[in-house]
């Protein structure tokens, strides 16, 4: 039989176990959290910065022509890939053959020709002539070809500077570093390079990826049709879910009597926020598509998917918030004269907010990560200009991230991971929204 003393013993020493048991966990945790940022921010860092080359395009005398006074100048494609080609035949040398003129365009991104013709559509046309602006420099992004052989380039600098031990990783890296060089030619790596010994090529920040919406190319993709997309959503399913939840959970909770088909409803209502998003986008697909008609990939759709899905979600945490107020501010609005009505809205329920609102953000936050519902309705299409309207053909901002991620071209998951890295930057944002409204209704509420 044990001791007192070995028994305390035994205690003390099964304290110190649990102790670091979970200071471990924490640790663990905490290192997967550092791995799996440090791995997005890695992946995600080439989609925020851009390689481009500064170019002097000339423009002719036929073409500054308006058809009126103060008018845009309206290049063709074609006219716009042969300034282009010139532009680049005065800085890398001219008589090179139509072969060669479309290898070093290739070095450009394949929507060259458009940005030119849109960047001179913007150029007033009374200054061009007035003031004979026949030339000027305009800043062409680089193809994700050009982009990858230049970064290698700059690693390949890098890591000459430094002293390593050649292994099994460094073979790995040959590979990968072969490849990189496959993705242009002989002549065009020349051409590059030429230019960048010059100082015309450049690297700035992507803010094209911020304002321009998905495309097939890597170096023109964007997740600003995403985001938008993603707003109308959250914004119809909020504008749905979060009136219908506060005023169920105050029915249930404080209005509803106390029988069997109450019982049913919140069973029921428990149970719906563990059903699985995708049993919601089929619910979506089936009563909103087949039945409703509405719009197939329609922000408005998704939206009001994502309110089915959040819906419960608002109903459970609300009604937790309205049991937390105490029994008390009840009885006193009673003894005041108040009607049952009166004191659940003048008084218990801008207690319970505080709760409200930290449930339905978390909801929001919740939602604007859901993929399967969207996917089930559709909303999977390619979307090439942002919606104006949630009526409008529209993407989310995790189907965006799940249709990159998914592409074959591997300058893609650059585009993904940084799609990644700003919705958890939302995320948090929201999260951060709905600790500090409890903050502020907690400090209101206080005597």
Not at 208 to 214: H, V
Not at 274 to 293: D, E, K, M, R
Not at 376 to 389: D, E, K, L, R
Request: hydrophobic share 50%; proline share 5%; charged share 20%.
């Amino acid at each position: 039989m044990l001791t007192t003393d070995a028994r305390l013993r035994r205690r003390y020493r099964a304290e110190r176990r649990y102790r670091f048991y979970g200071k471990a966990a924490i640790a663990f945790a905490v290192c997967f959290l550092a791995l799996f940022f440090v791995s997005i921010v890695s992946r995600a860092l080439p989609a925020f910065s851009q390689y481009e080359v500064l170019l002097q395009v000339t423009l002719p005398q036929s073409l500054l022509k308006t058809e009126g006074a103060g008018g845009a100048l309206d290049l063709s494609e074609g006219d716009a890939r042969r300034l282009i080609d010139a532009a680049l035949a005065q800085e890398l040398g001219g008589g090179a053959s139509a072969r060669e003129r479309r290898a070093r365009r290739a070095l450009l991104t394949p929507l060259a020709a458009l940005d030119l013709k849109q960047k001179v559509a913007n150029l007033p046309a009374s200054s061009l002539l007035s003031l004979r602006l026949h030339s000027f420099a305009l800043s062409f992004a680089l193809s994700s070809s050009s982009e990858r052989v230049l970064r290698y380039q700059k690693n390949k600098r890098q890591k000459d500077k430094r002293q390593k031990d050649n292994g099994q990783a460094d073979e790995e890296r040959a590979d990968e570093d072969a490849a990189a060089l496959d993705a242009l030619s002989e002549t065009q790596r020349d051409a590059l390079a030429k230019l960048e010994s010059k100082g015309l090529v450049a690297k700035r920040f992507n803010l094209a990826f911020f304002t321009r919406s998905d495309s097939r190319v890597p170096s023109a993709a964007g997740i600003r049709g995403a985001l938008v997309g993603s707003f109308w959503a959250l914004l119809t399913a909020f504008l749905l879910a979060f009136p219908l939840g506060v005023l169920t959970a105050v029915h249930l909770e404080e209005l509803a009597p106390r029988n069997r088909l109450s019982a049913i409803i919140e069973v029921a209502i428990y149970n719906l926020a563990a059903v699985p998003s995708i049993v919601f986008g089929l619910l979506g697909l089936v009563v909103f598509l087949n039945w409703w008609q509405l719009p197939r990939s329609a922000a408005l759709t998704g939206g009001m998917v994502l309110a089915l899905m959040t819906l419960p979600v608002i109903v459970v945490t609300a009604r937790s918030a309205l049991k937390a107020v105490p029994e008390g501010i009840r009885n006193a609005g009673l003894a005041l004269g108040a009607s049952h009505c009166q004191t659940v809205l003048h008084h218990v329920l801008p207690q319970a907010m505080p709760g409200i609102l930290t449930g339905a953000i978390i909801g929001m936050a919740r939602a604007l990560g859901e993929t399967a519902p969207l996917l089930m309705i559709g909303m999977v299409a390619f979307i090439a200009q942002a919606p104006n309207t949630p009526l409008d053909p529209a993407t989310a901002l995790p189907v965006q991230i799940f249709l990159w991620a998914d592409h074959p071209d591997p300058a893609f998951s650059s585009r993904a991971a940084a799609a990644i890295l700003v919705m958890l930057l939302f995320l948090v944002a929201m999260n951060a929204t709905a600790v500090l409204l409890r903050q502020v209704f907690e400090k209101r509420r206080q005597p």
